[in-house]
Structures are given as structure tokens and as C-alpha cells.
Nanobody, 125 residues
Framework: QVQLVESGGGSVQAGGSLRLSCAAS????????IGWFRQAPGKEREGVAS????????LYTNSVRGRFTISQDNAKNTVYLQMNSLKPEDTAMYYC??????????????????WGQGTQVTVSS
């Protein structure tokens, strides 16, 4: 059974940093995509960053490029999202998701098969 568990969320002031972790079990970490998504109240879930775990190729949505970094540690079956220069508009529930093989755009929620429960990020001004 595949399980994804996010951690590392919290409350920070604008300009601060957080590192989110996504620990996977029951999942072959060395293949497929891992993505980070976020959803603010009243808004649709949006793709933030993804990584193709075979090659380490990454993709970011425009609003976080240059501030967020997605990375993987295959030995720990964990993907990280380092978030720097946080802004109030980054406030959302953050989810990680996984899909074992390509089946659609890497930042589209419908592409992904497995989801974690989420971790809250709150950025105050």
C-alpha cells in the first residue's frame, strides 16, 4: 500500500523559509514523478513543483521559480520542497503526490495517482 506523509509545514513571517518533506512507503521511489501541490481556501489545487525521479529533472510553476527548490533523497525515499523568500500568497495546504509513470503534465493534479494528507503553510505579512 502506497503511503505519502508530508511534514515541515508551519507559520512563518514573509521572507522566511520552510522545508517540506514527503516520505514515501510502498512506492518505488526511483521511478515516476513526485509533485508538490497547494490549495488555498476557495481556490483550486495548483501544481507548485515536480521532479522526475529517474533523472532529477525538475519543473516549477512561475510564481515560485527561483524561490522554491524540489529535491529527492532516494536512500530515504523522501522528496523535499525548500521554500525561501516566502510570501503571504504562498499560504496554503501543501500536498505531495506521486505517479509511477508518465501519464500527463507534471504540474496537473489529475496526472497523479497517490496523494498525501497535506501540511499547512501559513505566511504572515
Amino acid at each position: 500500500q502506497v503511503q505519502l506523509v508530508e511534514s515541515g509545514g508551519g507559520s512563518v513571517q514573509a521572507g522566511g523559509s520552510l522545508r517540506l518533506s514527503c516520505a514515501a512507503s510502498g512506492y518505488t521511489f526511483s521511478s515516476g514523478y513526485i509533485g508538490w501541490f497547494r490549495q488555498a481556501p476557495g481556490k483550486e489545487r495548483e501544481g507548485v513543483a515536480s521532479i522526475w525521479t529517474v533523472s532529477g529533472t525538475t519543473l516549477y510553476t512561475n510564481s515560485v521559480r527561483g524561490r522554491f527548490t524540489i529535491s529527492q533523497d532516494n536512500a530515504k525515499n523522501t522528496v523535499y520542497l525548500q521554500m525561501n523568500s516566502l510570501k503571504p500568497e504562498d499560504t496554503a495546504m501543501y500536498y505531495c503526490a506521486a505517479v509511477p509513470s508518465w501519464r500527463g503534465p507534471a504540474l496537473l493534479p489529475a496526472t497523479y495517482k497517490y496523494w498525501g494528507q497535506g501540511t499547512q503553510v501559513t505566511v504572515s505579512s
